[in-house]
């Protein structure tokens, strides 16, 4: 692979590395790494293709002042050679012959008149044939348009040397350089050498330097090149960084300008350090000063080189204000975070996902539970869940933390063996490098406790609302509907036509015509007095409903009235049953009155009867034998038994 070949390749293995890296992070940590990356990178390649266009120029520049040097000692020496060894032409012909260069002889109209051997290999014409051709034939056509052959008696009294480009006989064109002058008075006197590979070799570094410009010149991160203590490159990233334009920067000592003064000391000892060879190439960070008197943060990398066979230093920058802006702020972050951690009331831990091990906790945790801060970092999270929820705890740690403010209730086990309910909020965190869960348990043993027993009084209460056949509902003080059991419900919906809802307004659904008076006995509750009364409802049939009201104000732990409690009890057939017994009082009261006035009426008509059967027995018993007063006896016992039929017959009719 030659030199051209192998760059290309560099270049493209490295830029093929820099598009991975770039697609594969995000983010601003994720840039910084691709960035550091890219410039290592950039480095290495740039280091690379400086070294090898150094080597090759000094190489290239020392080959070809030896070269000229050589040619014009050569061909001076040979020029001087032939005209002195003009009269000895087998001497000049022995001269000519075995040259390394090529060398020929044309006339003013440019003919071939001489050539030597190595002339003949590297045009690939044997003598014969060259010597029958013009100069201009051998001569590249377009090379010929921009610079023609020019021959002439005053012309090439001293030698010029140019670069012309030849075509061989094979048609394959080649660069050469040559040295011209007259020889005889009709003739010139040309030495020619192929230059092919030293173009392929000047190509081949131009090339590595456009390359190594465009990667500097397009580069996100700044590129420089110091030497002798200033700055002899700078691309257009490095002088933005500070507020500069680059050719501002070049030539100027790169200490002095862009640097904080405290820091000033700390780049010149690592400057120092390369360039003594003592590291191959440091990386350290520094407060810079910008153009305008501003100050930011940045990176160096660099790595000693020669250029020109002097010490130089080729390195990158970054700019990482952000990035020290970002460290400060984790570091309070952090700060806080420990504040937080330690002082938490609840305890808190850090499980190691990799192995659940406990790595951290805090002194809540160390005191609910009764390990030392020592023991717990011995443990592992399974030695205070029980064997049974082992398999869930496995899931549960290998999968991603439940979002933030999700939690999960389970066992732990305290240090003196009792087991208590907590609920657990977990985060994934990375803490020192490691994948973490941060874990905050909430004992939540006593609440459980306590929801059991409120379930059950709520359930033994809702049991007497449901099965008692009294109307319970809850208002608040704007007599907003909070609560009813369903005996409300059938109340409501019998004496209102009204589905209720919690939520629902009294004023909704309640008779306007009662509305005042129940906003009067509300007022009387709401000042913290007990109201009871008796309303009734007319039905459809057009009998009556009278139910019972009792209003009571609904009081809190401090006393304060957060609403009223109504019930409710149909008194109906209480009333139905008083009103019954009313009636019947007045009947029974009426039928005395009756009876008495009865009564009296026929104990008047049952007294002259009397009378009389007592008197004609007073007769009769003086004389039995009286047939007349028996008669009238008998007839007065008639009356009186008409009398008693008729009494009768008039409570009969009183019944």
Known sequence: MNYPQKNKFIVIISLLIMLVFSSLFTGWLTNVLVCIVITGTALILLNYIENKRLKSESKIIDLNNA?????????????DTVVKLEVSEEKYRSLIEHASDAIYVIDFEGRFTEVNASMCRMTGYNREELLQLKVEQIIDPENLKSEPVVLGPDDLHTAVMKERRFVKKNGQVFDVEINVKKFTKDSVLVIARDITNRK??????????????????????????????????????FAHVFGYEPNELIGVSSVDVIISEQYKALTLEHVRAKLSGEVESVNYEVMGRCKDGSTNWVEFYGTATQINDEPAIIGSMIDVTERKKIEEELRLSEQKYKLLFDSNPLPMWMIAKSDLSIIAVNHAATKHYGYTADEFLSMTIKDVRPPEEWDAMYRGYAEKAPKWGNTITTLHRKKDGSMINVQIFGQDIVYEGRLVRLSIANDITEKLRSEELLQKSEANLQSILNTTDTAYALFDKDLKVLAFNHKAVGFVRSQFNHDPQNGDKLADFFPPERFPQFIEFNQQVLN?????????????????????????????????????????????????????????YERIHNHISRIKNMAWKQSHYMRSPVANLKGLAELLKDNPADTETLD???????????????MARDAASHD
């Open 632 to 646: 009238h006896m008998i007839t007065e016992l008639g009356r009186l038994d008409a009398v008693i039929v008729e």
């Open 528 to 584: 913290g007095q007990n109201v009871s009364y008796e309303v009734d409802y007319l039905q459809t049939d057009g009998s009556k409903c009278w139910f019972y009201v009792r209003l009571f104000p609904i009081r809190d732990s401090q006393e304060n009235i957060l609403g009223l409690m109504m019930a409710l009890y149909d008194i109906t057939e209480r009333k139905n049953i008083e009103n019954n017994l009313k009636i019947a």
């Open 67 to 79: 070269l000229a040097e050589q040619m014009q000692q050569h061909a001076s020496a040979l020029l």
């Open 200 to 237: 392929v070799m000047q190509a081949g570094l131009r090339e590595a330097e456009l390359k190594f410009r465009t990667l500097a010149e397009k580069s996100m991160v700044g590129v420089y090149i110091v030497q002798k203590g200033t700055f002899i490159y700078v691309n257009p990233r």
